[in-house]
C-alpha cells in the first residue's frame, strides 16, 4: 500500500486547504482511511476517518463543522476540506490506511490502529 499526500501550503486564518490522498497497491474497498496531525513537539492526534465502504464518515470534535473529509472511488483518493482555518491547526497533516473489520469509530481514532502512513504534508495557518 502506498499513500501519497499533497495539498499542504501556508494560509491566513479563516482560510481554506483541501488536503489529497492518494492511495495505491490494492483494492481498498475492505479498508478505513484516516488523517492525523501532529503539531511541533506534540503527540500525532486523529483528524478524521472514513470507510472506504459506504463512505461513513468520524471526525474530531475539534475540526467538525469546519474539516470534511471525503473519498473518490475512481481516483482511489481520499480529500480533507479544510475551512474556516485556525492558527491552532498549524501541523503536520498525515493520511494513513486501516483494515476496517471489527474496528469501531472510537478504536480508529487511535494511530495504532493504521497500519499504513503516508508522508506528511505542512499546513501552515497565520494569525
Known amino acids: 500500500v502506498q499513500l501519497q499526500a499533497s495539498g499542504g501550503g501556508l494560509v491566513q486564518a479563516g482560510g481554506s486547504l483541501r488536503l489529497s490522498c492518494a492511495a495505491s497497491g490494492r483494492t481498498f474497498s475492505s479498508y478505513v482511511m484516516g488523517w492525523f496531525r501532529q503539531a511541533p513537539g506534540k503527540g500525532r492526534e486523529f483528524v478524521a476517518a472514513?470507510?472506504?465502504?459506504?463512505?461513513?464518515?468520524n471526525h474530531a470534535d475539534s475540526v467538525k463543522g469546519r474539516f470534511t473529509i471525503s473519498r473518490d472511488n475512481a481516483k482511489n483518493t481520499v480529500y480533507l476540506q479544510m475551512n474556516s482555518l485556525k492558527p491552532e491547526d498549524t501541523a503536520a497533516y498525515y493520511c494513513?490506511?486501516?483494515?476496517?473489520?471489527?474496528?469501531?469509530?472510537?478504536?480508529?481514532?487511535?494511530?495504532?490502529?493504521?497500519?499504513?502512513w503516508g508522508q506528511g504534508t505542512q499546513v501552515t495557518v497565520s494569525s
Open positions: 472514513i470507510r472506504w465502504s459506504g463512505g461513513s464518515t
Open positions: 494513513a490506511a486501516a483494515i476496517s473489520s471489527g474496528s469501531t469509530w472510537r478504536d480508529l481514532t487511535h494511530r495504532q490502529v493504521y497500519g499504513y
